[in-house]
């Protein structure tokens, strides 16, 4: 099975051909093709290629699939003894893409 491994958002994912990933937030409509930088494509007969920083003349072309909000994550502050707190929630926006091909 081909894998490569990309980079979105200075973030790096592993990635098959059929799969899914979720990556940072890209600026594309749901059902539009997008293009990612492959660093490592592995699995093929060629072996593995490994790219500085990235695998020359490689694509990995995926399509977006949704736009989603990760969970909530709650970030909370406080001092002893002062009567001090501070609650704060953040949720992480991310891109869903399936993986078409790699190559």
Same mark, same amino acid.
């Given at each position: 099975?081909?894998?490569?491994?990309? @980079?979105?958002?200075?973030?790096?994912? %592993?990635?098959?051909?059929?799969?899914?990933? @979720?990556?940072?937030?890209?600026?594309?409509?749901?059902?539009?093709?997008?293009?990612?930088?492959?660093?490592?494509?592995?699995?093929?007969?060629?072996?593995?290629?490994?790219?500085?920083?990235?695998?020359?003349?490689?694509?990995?072309?995926?399509?977006?699939?949704?736009?989603? @909000?990760?969970?909530?994550?709650?970030?909370?502050?406080?001092?002893? %003894?002062?009567?001090?707190?501070?609650?704060?929630?953040? %949720?992480?926006?991310?891109?869903?893409?399936?993986?078409?091909?790699?190559?």
């Amino acid at each position: 099975m081909a894998y490569a491994i990309i @980079r979105s958002g200075d973030k790096q994912f %592993r990635v098959e051909e059929g799969g899914t990933v @979720r990556v940072p937030t890209l600026d594309a409509e749901a059902g539009d093709t997008v293009e990612l930088e492959a660093l490592v494509i592995g699995g093929g007969e060629g072996g593995v290629l490994v790219g500085t920083p990235a695998v020359e003349g490689a694509k990995v072309t995926g399509t977006v699939v949704d736009h989603g @909000r990760g969970p909530k994550v709650i970030v909370f502050k406080w001092k002893r %003894r002062k009567q001090y707190k501070r609650t704060q929630g953040h %949720r992480q926006n991310y891109t869903t893409v399936k993986i078409d091909s790699i190559g």
